[in-house]
Every structure is written in C-alpha cells, then in structure tokens.
C-alpha cells in the first residue's frame, strides 16, 4: 500500500512541473543542483531543500557526502508528506476515490472504456473494475512503473527515509495526505479521464520522454527539467495555481516560520525548486540566502 503513496506523489509531480514554465528567475548554470542551502534572515542553523524525482530504479539513486552531511546536520525532515506515518495507508483508499459515486465508466464512451480495460487486463495484469471509483489522474501514475527499466522502482523519499531513521531524525510532512488527495478533486474527472486516454494511447513516446526526464534529473539540471515536461504534449497548464503556485506559496510560508526555530532537511519535488514561483527564489523574497550545493 506504501508504494501507491509513491505513485500519488508521483502523480502531483509529473502535473505540477507542467505548469512550471520558467517564467523569471532562472537558475543559473553554476546553480544547477539538486541540492541548496538556506541560510541568512536571522537564523542561526543552515536548512537545506532537495529536489527529489519520485519513482526511481534503486540503482539511479545515489546520495553525495554532501547530503548525508545535511541530513546529520538538521534537526527534523520534511517532506511533501510524512510517508513513514502508518496511518496514510490506512486511510489511502478513502481519499484515492472520486466523489458522488463517479465511475470510470461515467467517464468514457463505450469504445474508450474497452480501451482502458484491455490495457489494465493486457498489460497490468490488473482488472479496471476494481478501480472504477479511483480519480483517473493517480491511475495515469500507475503506467509509470512500464516505463521504467528496472521491475520495481522506489522512490527517492523512500530511500531518503531510510538514512533519515539511521541519523534517528524525525520525519513531518508540509501537507496531509487527505489535502494532497483532495487537490484531484479540484480538477474535472472529464479532463483526468481524457489524460489518461491519452497516456495510454502514447505510451511509447511517454517512455521515451519519462526516460529523458530522468537523465535530466540524474545530471541535476533543474531548468532543463522543468522546461522540458512544461513543453511536453503530454502536459496543460490549466490547472497550474492548484498545483504548483499555491503550494509552493504555502510551503515557503511554513517554511518562514520553521526556520526560525529549526534547522530542517525539505525534500519536495525537484519541479518545485526553479522559476520564478518556485521555492528557491520564494524563500530567496522572504530574504534569505538559498545557495546551491554540490550533490556529486
């Protein structure tokens, strides 16, 4: 069940980065990293922000001695969500399914739902009818894993966990999981049921630019990144205050009131670090000084 929690972040990641279109404030080329330091504006410790990319192979996800330092260093970890808490899995089908009694069937026409079905049958090996109430968006984050090189991807929080419990450090999350699930609900099934249509109709020229993604994010290179899943066919912006402008905003604002009494180890998204709204030059408008570390 953990592995799903994995697949909604995943699902807010690939959506959030969309809309992020470098607009302003890019990083500069001696600034591409996965990892920063935030320091100045009158607090006294160091935080950091790292730039996680969700579902990974194991054997692509390396941490320098850079970051293990900052981990040591800082008194608590934050993610997006605090995946460690167990209670999320209890609670994950709840809030994974869509509201007044909306199907997937309700979303298609009869020779689309067969399309889906034979996917998930064919290549899944999953029946679609124990997903009927699913929002159709974190069932575009299930064909992830196909387009992968590895069997079973993990995750970098979930890698990161591991060494945050070795330094027997705690772990919070910025958001509930109930809030990062709701944020689905706020964009119209229709359109979610149509992506992931898509998605599946495309799935080759998604492989392959799933597969770039990750040789950007592995090279650190924060703008290519962005920019490349904002131009991407796969991506709208429409929906880009729900997903990235307003929780970036929020995130720098509890970040504002973290730093001034801890010193914390933020690993969200990397598509939430760069852009003008992103959380890097956010928390560089709050005053403080975010400089880049190398992470090699």
């Given at each position: 069940?953990?592995?799903?929690?994995?697949?909604?972040?995943?699902?807010?990641?690939?959506?959030?980065c969309?809309?992020n279109?470098?607009?302003?404030s890019?990083t500069?080329?001696?600034?591409?990293?996965?990892?920063?330091?935030?320091t100045?504006?009158g607090?006294?410790?160091p935080?950091?922000?790292?730039?996680?990319?969700?579902?990974?192979?194991k054997?692509d996800i390396h941490?320098?001695?850079?970051?293990?330092?900052?981990?040591?260093?800082?008194?608590?970890?934050?993610?997006?969500?605090?995946?460690?808490?167990?209670?999320?899995a209890?609670?994950?089908?709840k809030?994974?399914?869509?509201?007044?009694?909306?199907?997937?069937?309700?979303?298609?026409?009869?020779?689309?739902?067969?399309?889906?079905?034979?996917?998930?049958?064919?290549?899944?090996?999953?029946?679609?009818?124990f997903m009927q109430?699913?929002?159709p968006?974190l069932?575009?984050?299930?064909?992830?894993?196909?387009?992968?090189?590895?069997?079973?991807p993990?995750g970098?929080?979930q890698?990161?966990?591991?060494?945050?419990?070795?330094e027997n450090?705690?772990?919070n999350?910025?958001?509930?999981?109930?809030?990062?699930?709701?944020?689905?609900?706020?964009?119209?099934?229709?359109?979610?049921?149509?992506e992931l249509?898509?998605?599946?109709?495309?799935?080759?020229?998604?492989k392959?630019e799933?597969?770039?993604?990750?040789?950007?994010?592995?090279?650190?290179q924060?703008?290519?990144?962005s920019?490349?899943?904002?131009d991407?066919e796969?991506?709208?912006?429409?929906?880009?205050?729900?997903?990235l402008?307003?929780?970036?905003?929020?995130?720098?604002?509890?970040?504002?009131?973290?730093l001034?009494?801890?010193?914390?180890?933020?690993?969200?998204?990397?598509g939430?670090?760069?852009?003008?709204?992103?959380?890097i030059?956010?928390?560089?408008?709050?005053?403080?000084?975010?400089?880049?570390l190398k992470n090699?």
């Amino acid at each position: 069940m953990k592995t799903i929690l994995y697949f909604l972040s995943a699902a807010l990641f690939f959506v959030s980065c969309s809309i992020n279109k470098q607009s302003g404030s890019k990083t500069s080329e001696e600034e591409n990293s996965l990892l920063w330091e935030v320091t100045g504006n009158g607090i006294t410790k160091p935080s950091y922000l790292f730039g996680t990319f969700h579902l990974l192979c194991k054997e692509d996800i390396h941490f320098s001695d850079e970051l293990k330092n900052a981990i040591q260093q800082c008194d608590t970890i934050y993610m997006e969500m605090d995946m460690d808490d167990p209670a999320m899995a209890l609670n994950m089908m709840k809030f994974m399914s869509m509201v007044n009694d909306t199907t997937l069937k309700d979303l298609y026409t009869p020779e689309e739902y067969q399309r889906i079905e034979k996917y998930f049958k064919d290549s899944l090996q999953t029946p679609i009818a124990f997903m009927q109430k699913m929002k159709p968006y974190l069932l575009v984050s299930l064909l992830y894993p196909r387009m992968m090189d590895c069997t079973v991807p993990t995750g970098v929080e979930q890698e990161l966990i591991l060494l945050a419990k070795q330094e027997n450090k705690p772990i919070n999350g910025l958001e509930t999981l109930e809030f990062q699930a709701s944020i689905f609900d706020k964009i119209p099934y229709q359109w979610q049921a149509k992506e992931l249509l898509k998605a599946i109709d495309s799935l080759d020229k998604g492989k392959a630019e799933f597969k770039k993604m990750i040789n950007l994010y592995k090279n650190q290179q924060l703008d290519s990144l962005s920019k490349m899943i904002s131009d991407s066919e796969f991506n709208d912006d429409m929906y880009g205050a729900i997903l990235l402008t307003e929780r970036n905003k929020n995130w720098a604002k509890k970040l504002d009131s973290l730093l001034k009494h801890e010193s914390v180890f933020v690993a969200v998204g990397a598509g939430h670090l760069p852009g003008k709204e992103g959380l890097i030059n956010l928390l560089r408008d709050l005053g403080y000084t975010v400089t880049a570390l190398k992470n090699k």
